[in-house]
């Protein structure tokens, strides 16, 4: 980059300067789109470098973990700007989702110091945390030497900060004031509708406002698309089905996975509204799901809405975001609904999964690895990756306020943006956090899967599933 | 000079038979290492999200699983996926390998062929019939519904599920057991049967009284890779139904894998584990002694 262009661009995040003029002048000097761009965000991070000694690790390497996602990508493709601000390198190794988190456990049950921090979701912190395999960061968040004063922690998003943080006290509140926090948000989906605007046209029906609706329209679109199904929901036997729409629904039921009384869990899936929400679910799956539900993963559930197998999704907002884009057959086709699953609810109430960002216990390297974890959550780089990359949903307020980023989706994602206003206040993680996470919801997904196979009537079912859910809590000395 | 090379010859040649053994004795610990490990695991209250918990419990782990049922429902599924993988491949693959029995130029090639199953690693072929069972597009749901067979649901519903893994696993090692009983039956001695031929013996006779037994060491040997590597089915089955639906094909890696990589409980994990190693361990031994049972008779028949 030539010094000229440098100061321009600079004068740009100063504010001496409109963004037109900026463009234009960057024609004028002859700097492509493309390299408006990254030489736009180099201008941003030696702002954020005028104020902390970013170089007090220069020389240091740091070693990442990644999944293979748009929010690596998007950091990735920003990557040379921190290398430079910090006299850092920083080397990655990427796995795609299906053994992921496999490699991550494998990495840090064996106290390796391999890598240095790497992505995480916030329920895997519930194991990770409590083994002490990663770092409280309010060390580092609350350190004025350690956090460079532009960090501006209090614009993540609230919901997100509290559910990325928790005492380590099984059926402790998220958040609470004596909270640990175990991750950084980083990027994350809430739960709601994603609809096939052409095919609801067809079949001349509306986005549904609540669950009997669901039902009724996904049953109408089955039966008058003549081949694509009503509704795609996740069904593999796993926690992940249980985590987005199903659970989403289930909160705006006011319904609990588990409750706490006088600091002993019991299961909570077994009540009668419970009850009456998983037999809606269930009888929409047996009407209007994917025939082969049960082997369903978010990338079934995905790759059927973007071929134009299915009419609707209630699952991730980002799925239906990157089904909207690409290659996928119905791009440009797709539309986007905020969903209280509760006729008498306000609002909705999705559960959110939130791509975050954790250091390892065992790295050697650990207020490096917070130079590198703080950039990548700054408001420069969510705001480089909200405009000019995927990275969708963005976890800073300031970045959701942002003109360009709104303007972007508004134009290409008809409709997301609203979806979002509608869906956010309510969002946050409606799970219990508890040591045995994985063990419940596996075990609700493997419960699920026998009622819609009608192994088990719903009633019985949950009423077998909450007694042995409460025996493994007695067992483990947590009920 | 000469007093003193020799004793030091005579100590390299006292040496030897340590040196070459030496690597047997490494891979020997190698195995034992992460076994006694287990072992003691399985006697441990050991989560590794719970540290606080860890602790000496000796058989308790073992104890829990007697009243669980769905221990013994990985057993019954475990057992129930090993009989019927082994018996059907044992029966296509003697069946196959009959009518390959006879060299020529075609049988060769036609055997080379079949061998390209065995070829696919059973994590890829898993994902393959995936999408050949996918309902939506896939080729092998097509053809059932021309053959007038709506709604097969394959690997997602318990009805059909069992029946699609095994089917997997069919196709991936039935040319397993075909290539080892055509290499029996190709080494067969021909006196019994020119014998049989000129007295005209019945086909079937000749088959039941002379080619089977003559070829059970075959068989076992057979039986006894494929049932060890069976009953540890992991790389079918999880790709597949990581399972389910429901607890249809929670087979014993499939649990020990959930136990510890979801929810870190590495005492169940590991007692699972040892209850298959046992269970492996009793059914090889089973094997074995029929296997040494035929060797002496046939010594004795000598």
Avoid at chain 1, 61 to 70: A, F, S
Avoid at chain 1, 217 to 227: E, F, M, Q, R, S
Avoid at chain 1, 401 to 426: L, T
Avoid at chain 2, 51 to 69: C, E, H, R, V
């Amino acid at each position: 980059m030539s010094e000229k262009a440098k100061d321009f661009f600079a004068a740009f995040k100063a504010g001496r300067m409109s963004r037109r003029e900026l463009m234009s002048g960057a024609g004028k000097l002859g700097v492509t789109a493309a390299s408006a761009n990254i030489m736009l965000n180099a201008a941003g991070t030696d702002a954020m470098a005028a104020d902390f000694d970013w170089m007090k690790f220069k020389g240091n390497k740091l070693h990442l973990l990644l999944n293979k996602h748009p929010y690596a990508d998007a950091m990735i493709a920003d990557l040379d700007n921190f290398k430079k601000m910090t006299g850092m390198d920083v080397t990655y190794d990427i796995f795609p989702e299906d053994v992921y988190f496999d490699k991550v456990t494998a990495a840090l049950s064996s106290k390796s110091s391999q890598y240095d921090a790497f992505m995480t979701g916030a329920y895997m912190t519930w194991t990770y945390g409590p083994a002490g395999w990663i770092e409280d960061l309010n060390a580092y968040i609350k350190d004025p030497k350690k956090t460079n004063p532009n960090y501006n922690w209090d614009d993540v998003l609230p919901g997100l900060r509290a559910s990325t943080a928790w005492n380590g006290v099984p059926g402790g509140a998220l958040g609470s004031a004596d909270a640990k926090q175990w991750c950084i948000p980083w990027g994350f989906e809430l739960n709601s509708i994603t609809y096939n605007r052409k095919m609801y046209d067809k079949a001349k029906v509306e986005p549904p406002k609540n669950m009997p609706e669901l039902l009724d329209t996904a049953a109408k679109l089955t039966k008058d698309l003549g081949g694509p199904y009503g509704i795609g929901v996740r069904g593999s036997r796993s926690w992940a089905s249980i985590h987005p729409g199903f659970l989403s629904g289930y909160a705006n039921y006011g319904q609990k996975d588990l409750t706490v009384e006088g600091g002993k869990l019991k299961a909570a899936m077994n009540t009668a509204e419970s009850k009456a929400y998983h037999k809606m679910f269930v009888s929409m799956i047996q009407d209007s799901g994917p025939k082969n539900w049960s082997t369903y993963t978010w990338y079934q559930v995905g790759t059927d809405l973007g071929a134009g197998a299915s009419a609707t999704i209630f699952d991730a907002d980002i799925l239906g975001y990157f089904m909207n884009g690409g290659d996928n057959k119905e791009k440009g086709n797709l539309g986007f609904h905020g969903f209280a699953a509760n006729p008498n609810a306000k609002a909705p109430t999705p559960n959110v999964w939130i791509w975050s960002l954790a250091m390892n216990s065992a790295g050697k390297q650990k207020d490096a690895a917070w130079y590198f974890m703080q950039w990548a959550s700054s408001t420069e780089h969510d705001m480089f990756g909200a405009r000019k990359m995927d990275f969708v949903n963005p976890v800073r307020s300031s970045v959701w306020k942002d003109e360009e980023f709104r303007g972007r989706i508004a134009k290409s994602y008809p409709g997301y943006v609203e979806q979002y206003d509608v869906s956010a206040p309510g969002s946050k993680i409606y799970f219990t956090a508890q040591p045995l996470f994985f063990d419940v919801t596996t075990q609700w997904a493997e419960t699920l899967q026998k009622m819609v196979a009608k192994q088990v009537p719903v009633d019985e079912g949950l009423d077998q599933l909450a007694a042995s859910i409460d025996k493994q809590l007695k067992d483990a000395g947590l009920g | 000079m000469t007093d003193i090379a020799v004793p030091a010859r005579r100590r390299r040649v006292q040496l030897l038979p340590y040196l070459l053994s030496l690597p047997a004795l490494l891979v020997c610990i190698g195995i034992l290492v992460p076994f006694v490990t287990a072992a003691y695991y399985s006697l441990l209250r050991f989560r590794l999200n719970m540290p606080a918990m860890k602790g000496f419990i000796w058989f308790g782990n073992y104890q829990a699983f007697l009243t669980d049922s769905e221990f013994w429902n990985t057993v019954r599924v475990s057992l129930l996926y090993t009989a019927l993988t082994v018996g059907v491949e044992l029966v296509l693959g003697l069946g196959i390998a009959m009518l390959l029995q006879k060299q020529t130029r075609l049988n060769n090639l036609v055997s080379i062929l079949l061998l390209l199953p065995l070829m696919t690693a059973p994590a890829l072929a898993a994902l393959m019939w995936k999408l050949m069972t996918n309902p939506n597009f896939g080729v092998l749901s097509y053809l059932v519904q021309l053959m007038g067979v709506h709604d097969f649901k394959w690997a997602s519903s318990p009805n059909s599920a069992l029946f699609t893994v095994v089917l997997v696993d069919v196709w991936v090692y039935t040319p397993f057991i075909m290539i080892l009983l055509l290499a029996g039956l190709r080494s067969l001695p021909k006196q019994p049967f020119e014998a049989a031929a000129l007295d005209g013996v019945p086909r079937r006779f000749v088959f039941f009284r002379i080619t089977l037994p003559m070829l059970t060491p075959y068989i076992i040997t057979a039986s006894l890779f494929r049932l060890l590597d069976s009953i540890q089915q992991f790389d079918i089955i999880y790709p597949m139904t990581q399972g389910g639906p429901g607890n249809t094909l929670l087979v014993f890696q499939v649990r020990a894998y959930l136990e510890f990589y979801q929810y870190t409980n590495v005492g169940r994990s590991t007692a699972l584990l040892m209850i298959l190693w046992a269970i492996t361990y009793a059914l090889s031994n089973l094997f074995i002694k029929q296997w040494l049972k035929l060797r002496e008779r046939a010594r004795g028949l000598a």
